[in-house]
């Protein structure tokens, strides 16, 4: 099962990353080592909290966006754990 993300989303991933400078992989996230899948997640909800989130604490369309980022980051994750990475 291989998954992918909009260009939009992966704009923001960009986006998000060199804010934060996380430095993505050419090849894309799919190639990230576990240690590093991790840290782009902590990446992610760190600009979560700071962007993510309207003045109720509920997620606003940044939010909702990055959430999506996130359960594609981590889907990655629990594919290459399953597979023996």
């Known amino acids: 099962m291989t998954q ?5 989303l992966n704009s923001l991933l960009v986006e998000i990353a060199a804010k934060h400078s996380f430095r993505l992989p050419q090849e894309g996230v799919k190639h990230l ?12 909800l760190q600009e979560f909290s700071q ?4 003045s ?15 359960d594609f980051v981590g889907s990655i994750a629990d594919q290459a754990d399953s597979s023996g990475d």
Do not use: C, F, M, W
């Open 33 to 44: 080592l576990k240690r590093d899948r991790e840290l782009l997640i902590d990446v992610l």
């Open 56 to 70: 109720d604490d509920e997620p606003n369309q940044r939010g909702v966006e990055i959430e999506q980022i996130i």
């Open 4 to 8: 992918s993300i909009s260009s939009h």
């Open 51 to 54: 962007t993510g989130l309207a």
